[in-house]
């Protein structure tokens, strides 16, 4: 037995012009009065915002997000995004091609970004919807730039994802791992499953974050990033391993499967290991409370970046993607 949803939920788009803040975080004053040119501007970022070490992370309550929110971090998903989709030479892999190549179906991505993925879907299916959901919205393309069947929503899900239940068909994450508690991932998956349709699959793609091959000073790096990580904001940086289980614990889920494949670190892999091992000491730069617990300063720990490069060069470091995907399923009693 399936169900079908037949409600036409209208989608508002948050990617319009008036609503976009800028990508820059400055305050621009005019000297001559000292009013501040846009007042909203400097509420939000009041509001959202704190630096440290230059960097620009969220400071609101139960958002616990370990890397920083700002126009380096967005330059950086980028690129890592090009190199998640060169290695799996695919944007998903839950069997829903022929569901979206027959067009009408709801797609949500959840913790969109500046919209590479949905963007990308959009233009190779026409025929189906697309919803991007990010609790900034300062990367979100403009409204020219986008296919006409994609929109973007600024929600913090946390607090729910904003939709009536059996909403949408597919439902995808990506690189989220260092977003959520567990109690979140708990209540996030949950939430999933409720605004997903019968006969809809749902989607996680992570980074597992356990790094093979490391040389001594990676080891370090990596093990107390993990740890910190944990600290500072309460996030397991490993819940690429828990995935599984979060999906096996719904009893509407079915058909789980799970998939690796190698994300190889460092210029011994060509052209593609030299950008994943800058990609990589990015994010490891990104996590600016590390040095604290390593007993150095934030200009020590860059410097001790530049051995991190050397060692995965050397020894040849890789670590791994995993996708998880389920389909929910409606059980009948007889």
Sequence with gaps: MKSYNTQDFSFISDNSKDNRKHSSTSIKVDATNNKVEDKNEVISLLDKFKKIDGRDFFDIEDLNYVLPSDKLEAERANLS???????????????????????????????????????????????????????????????????????????????????????????????????????????????????????????????????????????????????????????????????PKFFESNDELTNIQCVKIEYPIGDWYGYFGKYSVNNVRRVFHSMVFVPQYMGITYDEYTELLKDFVKESNENKTYTHLQRCFAKKTLFTSF
């Design 81 to 243: 995004y090009i190199l998640r989709k060169h290695l799996w030479r695919s944007n998903y892999s839950s069997p829903i091609t022929e569901m979206l190549e027959k067009g009408g179906a709801n797609i949500l991505d959840i913790g969109c970004g500046s919209g590479d993925w949905i963007i990308d879907m959009a233009i190779e299916y026409p025929s189906s919807t697309f919803i991007g959901i990010d609790v900034d919205s300062s990367f979100f393309p403009p409204i020219d730039k986008c296919p006409p069947n994609v929109c973007f929503l600024t929600c913090n899900v946390t607090y729910g994802i904003p939709f009536p239940k059996e909403t949408f068909d597919f439902v995808y994450m990506d690189m989220m791992f260092t977003a959520f508690t567990e109690p979140q991932w708990s209540n996030l998956i949950k939430d999933i499953v409720r605004v997903l349709k019968f006969d809809g699959w749902i989607e996680s793609s992570e980074l597992t974050f356990r790094f093979q091959n490391m040389g001594k000073t990676t080891k370090w790096i990596h093990d107390t990033a993990v740890k910190a990580s944990m600290k500072e904001r309460g996030v397991n940086v490993h819940i690429s391993a828990m995935m």
